[in-house]
């Protein structure tokens, strides 16, 4: 079974306002996090997990009106990013789980297809870390298999999932995809204009 984490615990400081909820369109209700989960679901992965701060009650929400997905607390978020993908193993470990998609709130522009290719290679490719790249660069999502998560749960929080892919680079199988969406990290202001064209609405604050 492959289950999905939507990393969502930052506090978005560059960007002066909760990425996951900003809009991809003015005035839309297709946010980060509702355009990443329907996407996940829609390439066949019911109930992705959301992790987000114990005090974010605004995501976890939202997050309940996208059912089956589940919104996951993580009280160690100050700590990095990695502990929200412990925090989504933890969720789920009474499961027979093979594999964990995992993938950043502040990238809503891969597209249904690119989950599909990535949810399949891996699903092909059992035993393998499965990276999503373009133009020979890697980015997300990434699936983590069975075999990388008590690495994940050792490693440095300091230094994140990617001291689990430089211990076995031999696991990892670099998928290739038409999609720039797996690069494009949404952090600043700046970075939202260049991806949707316009500012987040009337109501940004910088």
């Known amino acids: ?14 960007m002066g306002r909760p990425k996951a909820l900003l809009p991809c369109a003015p005035g839309a209700q297709d946010t980060f996090v509702a355009r990443i989960v329907g996407a996940i679901q829609a390439a066949g992965v019911r109930g992705p997990l959301v992790v987000g701060r114990p005090d974010d009650r605004h995501l976890a929400d939202v997050v309940s009106t996208l059912q089956p997905a589940r919104f996951i607390a993580n009280p160690n978020h100050a700590q990095g990013q990695l502990t929200s993908i412990v925090a989504a193993l933890d969720a789920l470990g009474g499961t027979n789980l093979e594999g964990l998609l995992v993938m950043p709130v502040d990238m809503p522009s891969v597209t249904v297809d690119t989950f599909a ?4 290679a891996a699903a092909a490719n059992p035993g393998r870390i499965v990276r999503a790249c373009h133009a020979g660069r890697h980015g997300h999502p990434v699936v983590f298999d069975r075999g990388s998560f008590d690495g994940l749960r050792a490693a440095d929080p300091s230094i994140g999932a990617k001291s689990v892919l430089r211990a076995s680079p031999e696991r990892v199988l670099d998928v290739d995809t038409a999609d720039p969406g797996v690069l494009q990290d949404v952090d600043t202001l700046e970075d939202y204009v260049a991806a949707f064209g316009h500012v987040p609405g009337s109501g940004w604050r910088k």
């Open 1 to 14: 079974m492959l289950a999905a984490a939507v990393l969502a615990a930052g506090r978005s400081l560059r």
């Open 117 to 120: 290719a990535i949810l399949q």
